[in-house]
């Protein structure tokens, strides 16, 4: 029952992770940023230049929209 359990929730979340990546392009923060955010001082030069700002919040919702979207199907 719980690998079942576990089968079923990976399946999920790929599929959330193959939307998000279908809509913009990629999943991960360097790619999604456009810059590395590997270091503080990276970190520092994307928080100056006011991407996570700017980047994040639509994206975090886009994000909210498929998951919500998901659990509407189950």
Do not use: N, W, Y
Request: with cysteine; charged share 35%.
């Amino acid at each position: 029952e719980d690998a079942l359990a576990d089968h079923l929730h990976r399946r999920r979340v790929r599929r959330l992770v193959a939307a998000f990546e279908g809509r913009h392009g990629a999943s991960e923060c360097r790619a999604l940023l456009g810059c590395a955010i590997d270091t503080p001082e990276k970190r520092q030069a994307a928080r100056d230049s006011g991407l996570f700002l700017k980047v994040c919040p639509p994206l975090v919702r886009s994000a909210a929209e498929l998951l919500e979207g998901e659990l509407a199907e189950r």
